[in-house]
Nanobody, 114 residues
């Protein structure tokens, strides 16, 4: 399983950014996908999840601002981040699980400036 995340960058507070995570080596259509984020000295935090049927869940801190979606043809999960705040600055990781094994993409840095 390989996950390739992209889309991070520098954005001003209030702006938007979309992250992408392309998956290979997995039956994407039946695979739940997750986005986590991590800041120095803190544990990795689950930000959003999308199930194989499209059901979504979000951390309270991003509800109403972030939207997770998936494109099964492109085998890609997305995280649309609107109304970004300085507190959203972090390295973002996409994740999926197969059996008991977690798979992680390389993190992509999102920096929100004031």
């Amino acid at each position: 399983v390989q996950l390739q995340a992209s889309g991070g960058g520098l954005v001003q507070a209030g702006g938007s950014l979309t992250l992408s995570c392309k998956a290979s080596g997995v039956n994407f259509k039946i695979t739940a996908m997750n986005w986590f984020r991590q800041t120095p000295g803190k544990q990795r935090e689950l930000v959003a999840s999308i199930g194989s049927q499209g059901g979504t869940t979000y951390a309270d801190s991003v509800k109403g601002r972030f939207t997770i979606s998936r494109d099964n043809v492109r085998r890609t999960a997305f995280l649309l981040m609107n109304s970004l705040q300085r507190e959203d600055t972090a390295v973002y990781f996409c994740n999926t699980k197969r059996g008991d094994t977690d798979y992680w993409g390389r993190g992509t840095l999102v920096t929100v400036s004031s």
